[in-house]
Every structure is written in structure tokens, then in C-alpha cells.
């Protein structure tokens, strides 16, 4: 009896023996693929990675800083701009928008692009005039007649052509010129009628000796100032004037510090869009292809919105009824103020040079 138990015992000893066996081996003839199965998928996964690294590795950051709001002519381009170079290229650039000052006053930016610490700017030409002195030409007043007549000067040799090659001799590239608008006053003491107004008025300029002679034709105390500084300065009476576009003045409520606005379109304020050259001449040609596709893109557009976003911030000034009196500059006034402006062509002929003044003059008199 006792023989039968251990024999019985034995056999099923064996048995679960064998069956245990066959399970581990059972499990082992399954975990072996599952195993390179998923040394598999983690080496494609790894791949993947590799990929996705070697690409982001590759990706070509494009930093662009303004000093606008982003709802502004300027402000909106540049953001089209991103959206455009990002979806044609792929994703093989990214562009990063840096508005409002961020990380540069355009005085500075310049500076950067030629270290190539920025890929693009678009500070206005009369920033540009610092490097460059020929490109005050914009800031002659009652220089243009209309956004047309500065489109054609920007497409004619002899004044485009001229300001976009000397660019080269500071590692710059000129791109593009997108336009803003016309510069209108404000001041917060009385209206600004006849030349006279101006007597003793502190005005901020933008960086150009130009813009500063345009004021003291009329007897008025320039003071340039960064574009970051306008606001602070008008609220605590540092200047009591200032000129700008009318998307500038109500993106940065100047309209709510100021009493008086004349409505003079006496100025073009328009920006160059620049690259540093090194840069964007080392861009694979498709990409750069591609970017330039998404520029002119942008530029096509600011031409045909950059009038009509202005006249909506003028709608908007006007709603918010922060200002005593807007006033619309009549003829009379108009030619009382040309005619007290125009010293400043003759007093630049030398620096700006004779032939570019002489070819905006052709212009305006067209
Ligand atoms: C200014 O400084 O007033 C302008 O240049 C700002 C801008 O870029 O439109």
C-alpha cells in the first residue's frame, strides 16, 4: 500500500514536473519574439528619436525682433511671416517673434543682427540712418504724396536700388519694405494748426537727424527716444509731443496722454526689413526659396492692409474720446507747413547726398 502511495506520489511529482517544464518553455518559446519584438520597436523607436533629434538638431531658428504691438501693420506682418516660413519650409524653420521691445529697442538691433544675435529686424529707416545716413530720406517732410509714391521710390535704382546695396558694407541684408503708414501730431498743451504752434513744444523723435531739423524748422525742441520710453515720457511731461502713425499711437494709448492730434500725414514711417547677410546667404536655397516666398507674401499683404489698419486705429482714437480735438490739417495750413519744413532739404544735401534728395524731390512733384 504503502509502495502503491509512493509510486503514485512520484508519478505526479513527474508529471507537474513535466507540465511545469512545458509552460516555462511554453513561456519561453513566447517571450522570445515578444522580446525582439519589442527590442525591435525600441530600437525603431530609438530610431525615431534619433530622427526627430537629428532634425530638431538641424532646425533653423530665426529670431525677429520689433518694437510694436502685435496689432499693428508691423506686428501682424511679422507674425505672417512666421506662419507662412514655418508652413513652407516644413517645419525646417522656426521663427520666433520677439515684439513690443522684448529683446531689443531698435536702436540696438541693428547691433544684433550684424552679430548675428537676431536673424531679422524691421526697425523703421530712420532708425536705419544711424548706420546709414542716406536712408533719411523717408523722413523728409511732405516727401510723398501717397504709400505709392515710396513704393516707387523703393523700386527705382537710383533711390532703392542704391539704399539696399550700400547695406552689404555692415554685413546687412535689406529683405523687404514693409510699409506703416503716415505719421500724424499729437500734443498735450493746444492744437497744432499753423508753424507757429510749435514754438517751444517738446517733441520725441525717432533716432534721425532729420526728424530732429523737421522740428526745429518750426522752432519746436526735438528729443529722440526709443519707442519703449514714448509713453512714460509723455505721461510724466518729460516731451509734450510726439508723431507717429496712427496704429503706433493707439496700440501704446499715446492718444491717452496727449490733448490735441492734427491729422498732418506730413512723414512716411515704413521699415526695412533686414537679415545679416552671412546668415542667409549660408541657408540651404531651398529653404531660403522658401522664405523669401513667405516674404514677399507678407510684404503683398502689409501694402494692401497697412493703409486700412491705420484708419481703423483712427476709428478707434475716436471712439475712445480721450483727446480734446482732432484736427484735419486744411490746405492753407498744410502749405504754411511745407513751406517752413522745406530748409531741411537743403541743409541735408551734402550728408544724404544731392542725387538721392533731388530723385524723392522728382517724386513728390510728379
Ligand atoms: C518709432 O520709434 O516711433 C517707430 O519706429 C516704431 C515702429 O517701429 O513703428
Not at 220 to 249: D, H, R
Request: charged content about 25%.
Amino acid at each position: 500500500m504503502l509502495k502503491n502511495w509512493i509510486w503514485i506520489s512520484l508519478s505526479l511529482i513527474l508529471v507537474m514536473g513535466l507540465i511545469v517544464g512545458c509552460g516555462a518553455r511554453s513561456q519561453d518559446a513566447n517571450s522570445e519574439p515578444e522580446q525582439e519584438a519589442q527590442s525591435e520597436s525600441n530600437s525603431s523607436s530609438d530610431d525615431n528619436n534619433k530622427a526627430t533629434k537629428a532634425v530638431e538638431a538641424e532646425k533653423i531658428v530665426i529670431k525677429f525682433s520689433h518694437v510694436v504691438a502685435e496689432d499693428t501693420p508691423k506686428g501682424k506682418a511679422a507674425n505672417m511671416f512666421k506662419e507662412l516660413a514655418e508652413q513652407y519650409t516644413e517645419g525646417r524653420v522656426e521663427v520666433e517673434i520677439f515684439p513690443n521691445s522684448q529683446l531689443y529697442n531698435d536702436d540696438d538691433v541693428l547691433a544684433a543682427v550684424q552679430q548675428n544675435n537676431v536673424q531679422i529686424a524691421a526697425p523703421s529707416t530712420s532708425k536705419v540712418s544711424k548706420l546709414f545716413p542716406e536712408w533719411t530720406i523717408f523722413d523728409f517732410p511732405f516727401a510723398f504724396n501717397d504709400v505709392a509714391s515710396v513704393q516707387d521710390a523703393m523700386e527705382s535704382e537710383e533711390i532703392g536700388g542704391k539704399l539696399f546695396n550700400m547695406l552689404s558694407e555692415q554685413k546687412l541684408l535689406g529683405l523687404a519694405m514693409w510699409d506703416n503708414g503716415f505719421k500724424q501730431m499729437t500734443l498735450d498743451d493746444h492744437p497744432l494748426y499753423m508753424p507757429d504752434d510749435f514754438d517751444g513744444q517738446q517733441f520725441r523723435v525717432m533716432s534721425s537727424k532729420v526728424l530732429e531739423a523737421q522740428f526745429e524748422s518750426v522752432s519746436a525742441v526735438p528729443t529722440p527716444m526709443p519707442f519703449s520710453e514714448v509713453y512714460s515720457a509723455l505721461e510724466q511731461g518729460v516731451i509734450n509731443g510726439q508723431e507717429n502713425t496712427l496704429s503706433n499711437i493707439y496700440s501704446k494709448k499715446f492718444h491717452e496722454v496727449q490733448k490735441y492730434m492734427t491729422i498732418s500725414n506730413h512723414g512716411y514711417l515704413g521699415y526695412a526689413v533686414i537679415t545679416n547677410v552671412e546668415f542667409w546667404n549660408g541657408l540651404p536655397d531651398d529653404v531660403r526659396e522658401q522664405l523669401e516666398k513667405a516674404l514677399n507674401e507678407t510684404t503683398q499683404w502689409v501694402r494692401e492692409n497697412g493703409e486700412k489698419l491705420n484708419q481703423e486705429n483712427l476709428e478707434k482714437i475716436i471712439a475712445d474720446d480721450m483727446l480734446k480735438e482732432i484736427h484735419y490739417l486744411t490746405d492753407d495750413q498744410k502749405q504754411a507747413w511745407v513751406e517752413a519744413m522745406n530748409v531741411v532739404y537743403d541743409e541735408f544735401e551734402e550728408e544724404v547726398g544731392a542725387d538721392l534728395i533731388n530723385a524723392v524731390k522728382a517724386l513728390r512733384d510728379k
